[in-house]
């Protein structure tokens, strides 16, 4: 086969030689393997795995698309404030926020729904965003809601509720035989609805307290790890809001007690570090860990300045849970990578659409005279 | 016959840069598809990459003090361009895909986290619509770099199983090359 050849003869494919099929063959027979475990593993051979794109589908399903404004918790306002450490934290977490000190803090309150332009009655569960930012670039963000529970325990079951949630084509309401079955497959979400239930929703944003719900581990300056929940707690005493105000008022009374309230005085929350035993669940958020577990209020956050969301501010942050400094880690909690690489699809999307102004804004001047309204029962309020 | 090969350094940053490529092209498309396996791919990505952009540099400069070894003399022209244009491609596509996920993570106000407490600064302020056109970009910028990997590939295994150049060895060789 080598005798003496033409010059560049070896790289004639014509007429075809065996030996030249054979090797193509075999080329095209690589190609393709690694061309298809690629599409393997980008999903686009699974048209039924639940990926990050069909969860937030499904938002955008249940609740329409809103363009630039979150899929979950689209209606919000910006709040900054700074967190004072009182360092009881650091035997912990040697995360730098736990430091004795005070650290800069931009946040986000919101209601729990992908529906910008929902009036306040008829949402339930209220949100607190935060990013605490530490001098040295290092941060930590987290999204913390008023109920004691979540509803799921995996990111498959919360896709299923939202589906057993979706108004029913024929009638326009959610079909209650879907819901049923839904709670008959999920005990635990059953359980933690009913632990939601339990108590009242308080009569605003400023005396609401804040749950991480899912478990996170801190780890400490000699490498010992502990699991933890957190809670925003408010200075602010709890008043029950019952029963739910359905009357159609200020469609945004919600946030415009708050703006209010945070214009009378600066709003403050302990940030209370729950710590878990050995055999409390870190990897289900449906199970609250028993009253008695040891709490370390570890500093006080006051936030002291509101705006609507805009250019630069809380809007364009994506507060997705594991952006965590040293010290602050994931715990086996199923819900933390999914909230992760949901929100991230959720950011993308928004990000890139043309903006509209939040339903909520904040009056440019405001006299004491001239208040949003403020509910009664805010004005039992500490100053 | 021209045996020549490449210097012993380049074949261990090719090696070396191809394990960590591919890994780092299934790691990209994996990780946007999955709920469950995201965060700790992620974890990867950024260090991963990162390493690929100094490596890349490092391999650019090694380049100009080793010189590949020339192209079989009997190649045919349009063989030869093909060959200088992907791997022209290919090196861009080495810079510009890290350096694309560096740029949209600034924009979006990311911390850009390696490890631990060890980051990267930003190199572009807070955008949102930045943000958007580079996460894009760096979408269709990492399919082109796949496309390009799967061309070199299949012109490595012809150069192997086809042509009978050397070509293939003079890379896929793991004995000292003779001065």
């Known amino acids: ?383 | 016959m021209t045996a020549q090969r490449f210097p012993a350094f380049s074949r261990l940053l090719h090696w070396l840069m191809a394990a960590m490529i591919l890994a780092m092209l299934f790691i990209g498309i994996g990780m946007v598809a999955s709920l469950a396996d995201y965060h700790w791919l992620l974890s990867i990505h950024r260090p991963l990459g990162v390493a690929i952009l100094v490596l890349v540099a490092v391999r650019l400069v090694n380049r100009q003090i080793n010189p590949p070894p020339p192209l079989p003399a009997d190649m045919p022209a349009h063989l030869r361009i093909a060959a200088h244009a992907s791997h022209g491609l290919l090196y861009a596509l080495m810079f510009a895909v890290p350096l694309v996920g560096w740029a949209m993570l600034s924009a979006a106000r990311y911390p850009i986290v390696l490890y631990g407490a060890w980051q990267l600064p930003p190199i572009l302020p807070q955008n949102d619509m930045f943000y958007a056109w580079l996460r894009s970009a760096h979408t269709v910028l990492a399919l082109a770099l796949f496309a390009v990997f799967l061309a070199h590939l299949a012109a490595a295994l012809t150069h192997a199983f086809v042509f009978r150049d050397g070509v293939f060895q003079s890379m896929a060789s793991v004995r000292r090359a003779k001065a």
């Open chain 1, 1 to 383: 086969m080598n005798e003496q050849q033409p010059p560049g003869a070896r790289y004639r494919l014509w007429p075809p030689h065996p030996r030249a099929l054979a090797g193509l063959g075999a080329t095209g027979l690589v190609l393709a393997g690694v061309a298809g475990a690629f599409a393997y593993t980008g999903g686009f051979l699974s048209p039924g795995k639940l990926t990050q794109s069909r969860f937030i589908d499904r938002f955008q399903a249940l609740n329409g698309v809103h363009p630039g404004f979150r899929r979950n918790h689209a209606k919000g306002v910006c709040v900054t404030g700074s967190f004072a450490s009182n360092g009881a934290g650091t035997r912990l977490s040697r995360a730098a926020v736990f430091a004795p000190g005070s650290v800069p803090v931009i946040g986000r309150f919101a209601v729990g729904i992908g529906k910008p332009f929902m009036p306040d009655n008829e949402t339930e569960v209220r949100s607190l965003a935060l990013s605490f930012r530490p001098a040295g670039g290092e941060e930590w963000r987290t999204g913390i809601n008023d109920i004691p529970a979540f509803p799921v325990r995996t990111p498959e079951a919360f896709y299923e509720l939202m589906g057993a949630s979706a108004a029913d084509p024929a009638t326009g309401k959610p079909d209650p035989a879907r819901m049923q079955a839904f709670l008959a497959a999920h005990p635990e979400s059953a359980h933690a609805l009913g632990l939601i239930r339990a108590r009242p929703f308080s009569t605003g944003f400023a005396n609401a307290s804040y749950n991480s719900l899912d478990a996170f581990r801190f780890v400490n300056a000699g490498g010992i790890s502990t699991p933890v929940r957190w809670t925003l707690a408010a200075v602010d005493p709890y008043v029950a809001q019952t029963p739910a105000p359905d009357a159609p008022r200020d469609p945004n009374y919600l946030f415009d007690a708050l703006i209010a309230r945070m214009q009378q005085a600066p709003l403050q929350y302990r940030l209370v570090v729950t710590i878990g035993r050995p055999g409390d669940p870190t990897n289900d958020a449906t199970q609250p860990w028993p009253a008695d577990r040891e709490r370390v209020e570890v500093g006080t956050l006051t936030l002291d300045h509101v705006e609507a969301e805009g250019p630069g501010n809380c809007r364009d942050i994506n507060y997705d849970p594991l952006v965590l400094p040293d010290g602050i880690a994931p715990s086996d909690d199923p819900l933390l990578s999914a909230r992760s690489a949901a929100y991230s699809v959720s950011f993308t999307r928004r990000a890139g659409e043309e903006k509209t102004p939040s339903q909520v804004q904040v009056p440019e001047t405001q006299t004491p005279s001239a208040q949003a309204p403020v509910t009664p029962s805010d004005t039992g309020k500490g100053s």
